[in-house]
């Protein structure tokens, strides 16, 4: 049997930066437990898109801070090693007339109110940002400079290892088993690999979060949907320097971005395949599923129409019923902290996450709100709902 002040249960992008955090903030003695590796599950899977474009203010908040961190991300660690990966060639988004105008334009007036940088292009700008896409129908186009796209595995083991540096312990291969409660508070947990004792507990479970309903009886509203990723191979190059690309026209809300040479990487933004359990196996890719999102993906992009595929991979997110994170303290029971849910968001907003959650539980005040995250807004009715419906842009 162990004592540690904090254990941080997942040692995904969000569990590895909250125990750099703790480390950063002077948490002394931290134990962090994963059931694989470092990074090793749904990180691994991310397309690792980096953007501050939400139509939900909050997360603008959590995405702009991020963002600063990824764009000096070895200065911030203070580790000249440490590496995102980093690619900054922008995110233009654009909407036909039609239901997603109104929202584009509220979402982008948004930004530029929370002080993101946010350009208005007319077609013919956007074409010369990306001149393999066809946007007749764009009526409205935003692009947003200080985006781009990185490496989620680079990052969590960046923050994993200079979370070592600065004296957390990470233990690889211990699953926790049950979350030790006594008298209303968190003491510890047990594992596969003894029991390990804390008063302060942080759950990044990710779609494994549904044990904390089983753990303490508090529902967790939280459900694995997987959600398949191709690499088009085409007769022209998506290069590094053309924009992430996200299209409100298309079915399926695609969003696209490089993937070296004449590779693209394209996905839905829409809802996925539910599982009935926590499961971030890889799964099988329908036939008829690339032939949409390729039939998509032509529509806009001409020359892909004779695109092959490359590859295809599945990944799979956390999602809450209004495709937003579970931020902070559970009610009636005190050392709990939990961060879940993130619904396709974490890797973008994972360094202020981590940030947040480690103020909270060492008795800070979190420099951005959790409030607006509580559990409790499903019960009280207050969701937050993005304006584009159900999907991960929110």
Not at 29 to 45: I, Y
Not at 59 to 75: C, E, I, K, P
Not at 140 to 167: K, N, W
Not at 363 to 389: C, M, Q
Request: proline share 5%; glycine share 12%.
């Amino acid at each position: 049997m162990s004592s540690y002040d904090v254990i941080v249960i997942g040692a995904g992008v969000i569990g590895a930066s909250t125990a750099y955090h703790l480390a950063r903030l002077g948490a002394k003695r931290v134990l962090v437990l994963d059931r694989t590796q470092v990074g090793a599950g749904t990180t691994s899977q991310s397309s690792g898109i980096l953007r501050t474009h939400y139509s939900v203010r909050e997360n603008v908040a959590l995405a702009q801070d991020s963002w600063g961190v990824f764009a000096d991300f070895a200065n911030y660690l203070g580790d000249e090693d440490a590496a995102s990966g980093l690619v900054k060639c922008g995110y233009l988004i654009c909407a036909p007339e039609g239901p997603k105008l109104q929202p584009l334009t509220l979402a982008l007036e948004g930004q530029r109110q929370q002080g993101i940088e946010v350009q208005l292009l007319d077609r013919q700008q956007a074409q010369a940002l990306l001149p393999i896409a066809d946007l007749h129908d764009a009526a409205l186009i935003g692009f947003e400079p200080q985006a781009g796209f990185a490496d989620a595995y680079l990052v969590a083991t960046s923050f994993a290892r200079s979370a070592r540096r600065g004296g957390v312990k990470i233990m690889e291969g211990v699953e926790v088993q049950k979350l030790l409660i006594e008298d209303g508070r968190v003491i510890g947990v047990d594992t596969n690999m003894g029991r390990f004792m804390a008063g302060t507990v942080i759950s990044t479970q990710n779609i494994w979060a549904t044990q904390i309903e089983q753990w303490t009886g508090i529902t967790s509203p939280v459900q694995a949907e997987r959600h398949t990723v191709l690499a088009l191979e085409g007769p022209e190059p998506y290069t590094y320097a053309m924009p992430v690309f996200k299209d409100l026209g298309s079915e399926g809300m695609l969003y696209c971005r490089s993937y070296g040479g004449t590779q693209m990487l394209v996905s839905e933004g829409v809802a996925g395949e539910v599982l009935p359990s926590p499961d971030n196996e890889q799964g099988d890719v329908s036939l008829d599923l690339i032939a949409s999102i390729g039939a998509q993906a032509a529509e806009r992009f001409p020359s892909f129409e004779t695109a092959g595929l490359a590859s295809s991979w599945t990944g799979v997110y956390d999602v809450t019923p209004d495709w937003n994170p579970v931020l902070g303290r559970l009610p009636g029971i005190s050392g709990l902290v939990v961060g879940y849910g993130f619904s396709g968001h974490g890797f973008k907003l994972s360094p202020a996450v981590g940030r947040v959650l480690a103020q909270e539980a060492l008795g800070l005040t979190p420099d951005i709100s959790l409030a607006p995250y509580a559990l409790e807004r499903f019960a009280a009715g207050r969701p937050l709902r993005g304006l584009y419906g159900v999907g991960a842009v929110s």
